[in-house]
């Protein structure tokens, strides 16, 4: 009897090992999307997979000298994400730009809560997603207090870009693979990039090869960039860093967590971008009915 025990408690500790195993190499895997854009797939949900991978760990059948260090670098993992949600610190700065950033979902029908709420905010920027023909409406809507405007739709939804800034003339663009729309504002700061972004999913799906196409693009902008958007990806992304890198701009935080995954598993895949030298802080705003939140964000320049 007490040998089958034995046997049993073996089998499950191996089993948990396996496990253990698994959910490692997949948390290893979340930081190879500069390798596979599986790796930014696998990173969306590096969160959980780091707890997972840690309880397993413990439970394992390894040597208490090595599981307990892997259990203590995935907590210190752990720790550092939970530390992304933390709020910025509060700083009595009056916001050099304020914008509004919200994916509208092609399936919306009701946007008078998020006019209002676009009326009491009152930002200099607005960028919006997955414009449609059905709600187009809302750009002109907003066309008196934010007469800068620009639509780039190539397909049934696209991305637009608003401003009560003057922009200068000229200087806008349309990707040529839908996913941007820019152009360049005349600013009490000097010339500002503001840029609209969306691309699809991660891998399965085209979100790599929609990228390698978008990037060009904002390679080419000489002057500060700021973009937001539905990334469909996370801060610690590789495509975020490619972002980053083309456009000379670095993600303001806190993370939000914009998007419910079937309403239930939250993700922070919209994010704002602003120009190296500016700090700010970003809050989630209501959905609105929309399938996102939206994203209110507060930049001032670092020197002033």
Same mark, same amino acid.
């Given at each position: 009897?007490?040998?089958?025990?034995?046997?049993?408690?073996?089998?499950?500790?191996?089993?948990?090992? *396996?496990?253990? $195993?698994?959910?490692?190499?997949?948390?290893?895997?979340?930081?190879? +999307?500069?390798?596979?854009?599986?790796?930014?797939?696998?990173?969306?949900?590096?969160?959980? #997979?780091?707890?997972?991978?840690?309880?397993? @760990?413990?439970?394992?059948?390894?040597?208490?000298?090595?599981?307990?260090?892997?259990?203590?670098?995935?907590?210190?993992?752990?720790?550092?994400?939970?530390?992304? #949600?933390?709020?910025?610190?509060?700083?009595?700065?009056?916001?050099?730009?304020?914008?509004?950033?919200?994916?509208?979902?092609?399936?919306?029908?009701?946007?008078?809560?998020?006019?209002?709420?676009?009326?009491?905010?009152?930002?200099?920027?607005?960028?919006?997603?997955?414009?449609?023909?059905?709600?187009?409406?809302?750009?002109?809507?907003?066309?008196?207090?934010?007469?800068?405007?620009?639509?780039?739709?190539?397909?049934? *939804?696209?991305?637009?870009?608003?401003?009560?800034?003057?922009?200068?003339?000229?200087?806008?663009?349309?990707?040529?693979?839908?996913?941007?729309?820019?152009?360049?504002?005349?600013?009490?700061?000097?010339? $500002?990039?503001? @840029?609209?972004?969306?691309?699809?999913?991660?891998?399965?799906? +085209?979100?790599?090869?929609?990228?390698?196409?978008?990037?060009?693009?904002?390679?080419?902008?000489?002057?500060?960039?700021?973009?937001?958007?539905?990334?469909?990806?996370?801060?610690?992304?590789?495509?975020?860093?490619? $972002?980053?890198?083309?456009?000379?701009?670095?993600?303001?935080?806190?993370?939000?967590?914009?998007?419910?995954?079937?309403?239930?598993?939250?993700?922070? *895949?919209?994010?704002?971008?602003?120009?190296?030298?500016?700090?700010?802080?970003? *809050?989630?705003?209501?959905?609105?009915?929309?399938?996102?939140?939206?994203?209110?964000?507060?930049?001032?320049?670092?020197?002033?």
């Amino acid at each position: 009897m007490r040998q089958e025990r034995h046997r049993k408690v073996r089998r499950v500790r191996l089993f948990v090992t *396996i496990v253990s $195993v698994t959910f490692l190499a997949l948390v290893a895997g979340s930081f190879l +999307g500069g390798v596979h854009p599986a790796g930014d797939s696998l990173a969306v949900f590096r969160r959980e #997979l780091l707890v997972l991978a840690t309880l397993a @760990v413990i439970w394992s059948a390894w040597p208490r000298g090595l599981r307990w260090p892997i259990a203590g670098l995935g907590l210190m993992a752990l720790a550092w994400h939970a530390a992304q #949600l933390l709020p910025v610190a509060n700083r009595q700065a009056v916001p050099d730009f304020t914008l509004y950033q919200q994916n509208l979902w092609v399936n919306g029908q009701d946007y008078d809560q998020l006019l209002d709420q676009i009326a009491q905010t009152n930002p200099d920027m607005i960028t919006l997603q997955e414009v449609s023909q059905g709600n187009e409406g809302v750009l002109e809507q907003l066309r008196t207090q934010y007469p800068s405007q620009l639509l780039c739709r190539k397909i049934h *939804i696209g991305e637009a870009v608003l401003s009560r800034f003057p922009k200068v003339p000229g200087r806008e663009f349309c990707s040529e693979r839908d996913g941007l729309a820019g152009m360049l504002l005349e600013t009490p700061q000097g010339p $500002v990039w503001l @840029v609209s972004y969306h691309v699809s999913w991660p891998w399965p799906f +085209g979100q790599a090869e929609q990228l390698a196409q978008l990037l060009p693009h904002l390679e080419t902008l000489q002057e500060p960039v700021i973009l937001a958007g539905d990334f469909n990806a996370v801060a610690w992304s590789h495509a975020m860093s490619q $972002v980053e890198k083309a456009t000379g701009s670095l993600r303001l935080g806190p993370q939000q967590h914009s998007y419910y995954l079937k309403n239930r598993w939250p993700l922070a *895949i919209d994010h704002v971008l602003a120009p190296k030298g500016y700090g700010g802080r970003t *809050i989630r705003m209501p959905n609105f009915l929309q399938d996102h939140h939206g994203i209110l964000a507060q930049l001032w320049r670092e020197d002033r």
